[in-house]
């Protein structure tokens, strides 16, 4: 059971590369999150898909693109590269466990850095 | 500005004794509240959560204490043991949204 799968876990750019993020999970779940992790600053959301063909903007969207391509699948695109944009990327998805909770399964992580 | 801090780093505790971990929130309409571990090169994984209509939910060797009047909650690991050793974040989610918003985030080792 794959859960969630990103891809790639690796990448160094130059500042000005662009580049897409993958993800893909096989829960059936409506939602799918991007997320960045920097140190001191715990997980910070980016972008947030509450269900295929809709996407919203998190705490920190700038410089970022995303696509919910089908209800697996949710990228992430860089654009223009910049230093600011090193950091660790995660994807995740969620299922409801309430009224207004939701249980989020994250994947193993892409680390970036931007030179 | 921060909604939810985790304003301890750092803890390490002896294998055995207890490991507490803390958290504060400054945004009142917080009434949910999670915690997830996260090993190196892994992503975080749920861990335990609680509810605004308790003050306390346990699960084996780990409970959530939380104290509404102060706007703060904390993880007790008993007893701890070496694979506790991870980070630790407290989340809870957004007031407009289920969108969670995340401590900072706290580094435990147990020492064997």
């Known amino acids: 059971n794959a859960g969630v799968t990103q891809t790639p876990k690796f990448q160094v750019l130059k500042t000005g590369q662009s580049m897409t993020l993958q993800c893909a999970q096989d829960m059936n779940h409506n939602s799918m999150y991007w997320y960045r992790q920097d140190p001191g600053m715990g997980l910070r959301l980016i972008y947030y898909?509450?269900?295929?063909?809709?996407?919203d903007k998190g705490e920190v969207p700038n410089g970022y693109n995303v696509s919910r391509l089908n209800k697996r699948e949710f990228s992430l695109r860089l654009e223009s590269a910049a230093p600011s944009q090193t950091s660790v990327y995660f994807c995740a998805s969620s299922v409801p466990t309430g009224v207004r909770s939701e249980k989020l399964f994250f994947g193993s992580g892409t680390q970036l850095s931007v030179l | 500005d921060q909604q939810v801090k985790q304003n301890s780093p750092s803890l390490s505790v002896q294998e055995g004794r207890i490991s507490i971990l803390n958290c504060d929130y400054t945004n009142s309409m917080f009434d949910y509240f999670l915690w997830y571990k996260k090993y190196p090169a892994e992503g975080p994984t749920f861990l335990i959560s609680?509810?605004?209509?308790?003050d306390k939910n346990e699960d084996g060797r780990f409970t959530v204490f939380l104290n509404k009047s102060a706007k703060h909650l904390s993880l007790h690991i008993v007893p701890s043991q070496p694979g506790d050793s991870a980070v630790y974040f407290c989340?809870?989610?957004?007031?407009?949204?289920?969108?969670?918003?995340f401590g900072a985030g706290t580094i435990l080792r147990v020492k064997s």
């Open positions: 898909s509450a269900s295929e063909g809709t996407t």
């Open positions: 609680i509810s605004s209509i308790k």
């Open positions: 989340a809870a989610p957004m007031e407009y949204g289920n969108k969670l918003v």
